[in-house]
């Protein structure tokens, strides 16, 4: 089923949660909702579910406006972030609730609910325990069982969210591989909310980076990884090395900055704003160096350090430690930026101020 | 090392562990088991045959039906309304609300002589309800109903105060996970909220009975105490105690204990019953 979604607002008393969404997914795909807490990842998830409901906007599935329907008749399967299991009900009856419910008119007979039951949970394998509740499992079979009595009613969405947020990181790595295989097994639309970026990208055919309510970009991990495209995305992406550069016909500079390596750009001239990771700065020794190194700390592989110029600005700088050059506390550097984002000051978004974001309202 | 790190641990909020369990495990003797420990030992001297003819006997026997069929009313109707009280209060933003919440405890607080006088007066053939319901047919005051009503009102807050926490603490998202998956507003109720509640209602309802058994000052005003038809078991044991009749005192007092105690145990188990599947909603 492919979803619309079109300008579409929420707002949670004063806190604007959406702003404007506009997001098509295709029949069959796999999409990521990526963001930091409080960027409405979660309620735009909600809102598809039926869950909650936007003050404004559309959102239609296979042509059908979801708006006029309540979660219970939208057909969708919803895996919660701490999985909503029926704590009362073994993992057999957890599975089968959602044919349980139906309407005596379309509800299987028992027979046909139990083997269906069955499949699923051999499908997900997890078929030794069926009759296990809910407090015996661990976290992992959790997250099969809820994801099985989501696909239990067949969904024609299965939405999911932080689906492995609650999970350590070895199951997460497993799982994460195990759901790219049932979504192609199963071949539904899929849309799954996280913040962690190396789940959306290696699971997800498509990544939707949201950003305070906005959508800040859409596309594959390397686009997004290489060419942010905002501010937003550049920090959120890692580049927290944020530097004021001018620009002049494409190239830019700054003092004790050695920029050659990057491209030229079709920017306007004038005052800009740099960000870069740290892994994509390097340091040298320069008795001349405008930048002096403030801290200096190992993690073993890697060097990390930082630098400060005499106008205050600060960078930091992350190389392999063998083969990095002999570096001192004090001592005066350069630097040279391998590759980085830039944005000209002009831009609105660019002003968007560096802000702790309010806690996400979940629910 | 470990030796001399010991003296220098943090101490305890409380004075010395064996000091804090010496000081209520004796109050426990005192206040509780010594009082009970005496009535058992009064009741064992009776001997059986005795203990027998007494709580046999047609008044005592009378007494004890009175009182468990009213309890059993009372409870019915605090089960229904405690169920709901405990929903509006966890479920519903109104204005008031918390002036309502701490209303539920006023049985708690009021002496229940209070409690009857103010009942008696309500429904009394010329009180306000009264001159409505006893035109009508429906006498309350000095009938088994008033007693039922007497024992609803002392122990109401029973049922609601151990629901109540139990709801507040449901995981929304079950319901939302049953409402996802296709179930009506009923079914979510009976599928999914009901169930996870159950335990706690049953045993909110068991010490409300429990509680309702052994009322005696808001039911000596309304009920008219007349043996054999209003007269409950623990007027009937205060009056053998006045008549200088300890063994009958003594003896219909054991029989309340036992179901005190078998309401207690039920109770309990309901409770680590409830505690079962509690870790699986988080």
Request: proline share 6%.
């Amino acid at each position: 089923m492919s979803i619309t979604i079109a300008g579409m607002t929420k707002r949670f008393d004063r806190t604007e949660v959406l702003r404007g969404i506009d997001l098509d997914v295709a029949d069959g795909e796999l999409v990521a909702l990526l963001g930091p807490s409080g960027s409405g990842k979660t309620t735009l998830l909600k809102i598809i579910a039926g869950l909650e409901w936007p003050d404004a906007g559309r959102l239609s599935v296979a042509g059908q406006d979801w708006l006029q329907l309540a979660a219970r008749d939208r057909r969708i399967g919803f895996v919660f972030q701490h999985y909503a299991l029926f704590p009362h009900m073994s993992v057999r009856d957890n599975i089968a609730f959602g044919l349980t419910v139906r309407p005596r008119a379309d509800r299987p007979a028992k027979a046909q609910i139990a083997a269906r039951a069955d499949e699923l949970m051999a499908f997900l394998q997890i078929d030794h325990l069926a009759d296990r509740f809910p407090a015996q499992l661990s976290g992992g079979q959790r997250q099969r069982v809820a994801l099985g009595r989501a696909l239990a009613i067949k969904p024609r969405v299965l939405l999911l969210d932080e689906p492995f947020g609650a999970l350590d990181a070895a199951i997460r790595r497993d799982l994460r591989r195990w759901l790219r295989g049932v979504h192609e097994a199963t071949g539904s639309t899929t849309i799954f909310v996280t913040h962690d970026q190396e789940e959306a990208f290696e699971l997800a055919d498509r990544v939707v980076v949201m950003g305070q309510g906005r959508i800040e970009q859409i596309g594959h991990a390397d686009q997004i990884h290489d060419h942010p495209a905002t501010p937003f995305v550049a920090r959120f992406m890692g580049a927290t090395v944020e530097l004021p550069v001018v620009l002049a016909s494409g190239r830019a500079a700054a003092p004790g900055l050695d920029l050659t390596a990057l491209p030229r750009r079709a920017l306007p001239d004038g005052t800009a704003r740099l960000f870069a990771r740290p892994a994509d700065i390097r340091a040298m020794p320069d008795p001349a160096g405008v930048w002096h190194v403030t801290s200096l700390a190992s993690t073993g592989a890697e060097l990390r350090l930082t630098a400060t110029r005499a106008d205050g600005a600060e960078a930091e700088a992350q190389m392999p430690r063998r083969g990095a050059p002999a570096l001192t506390k004090g001592a005066p550097i350069a630097l040279r930026v391998e590759a980085a984002a830039i944005f000209p000051d002009a831009r609105r978004d660019t002003a968007t101020p560096v802000l702790p974001l309010p806690k996400e309202i979940a629910r | 090392m470990t030796a001399t790190a010991a003296p220098f641990r943090a101490k305890r909020v409380l004075p010395g562990f064996t000091l804090s369990l010496g000081t209520t495990l004796l109050y426990l003797v005192l206040i509780v088991l010594i009082p009970i420990a005496a009535l058992i030992l009064k009741g064992a001297e009776i001997g059986p045959a005795a203990f027998w003819a007494i709580v046999s006997s047609e008044r005592a026997v009378a007494a004890f039906r009175i009182t468990l069929t009213a309890a059993a009313i009372a409870t019915a109707f605090n089960a229904a309304y405690g169920l709901l009280m405990a929903w509006v209060l966890v479920r519903h933003d109104f204005p008031g609300k918390r002036i309502l919440d701490a209303l539920m405890d006023v049985p708690f607080a009021l002496p229940t002589a209070v409690a009857g006088l103010s009942l008696t007066a309500l429904f009394s053939a010329n009180g306000w309800f009264g001159q409505v319901l006893h035109p009508a047919g429906i006498p309350v005051v000095y009938t088994i109903w008033g007693i039922a009503l007497a024992m609803a009102f002392t122990s109401i807050p029973f049922v609601v105060r151990t629901v109540q926490p139990v709801l507040e603490d449901l995981d929304p998202s079950l319901e939302q996970a049953a409402e996802t998956l296709g179930a009506t507003p009923w079914q979510v109720f009976t599928r999914v909220v009901f169930p996870a509640i159950l335990p706690a209602w049953l045993a909110g309802c068991t010490t409300a009975f429990a509680r309702s058994l052994g009322e005696f000052g808001a039911i000596v005003f309304i009920a008219g105490n007349l043996p054999f038809e209003t007269e409950i078991a623990a007027l009937l044991a205060y009056i053998r105690l006045e008549e200088y009749d300890y063994n009958g005192a003594a003896a219909i007092a054991l029989v309340l204990l036992g179901f005190a105690l078998v309401l207690l145990i039920v109770s309990n188990i309901l409770q680590s019953w409830a505690a079962r599947h509690r870790e699986a909603t988080r």
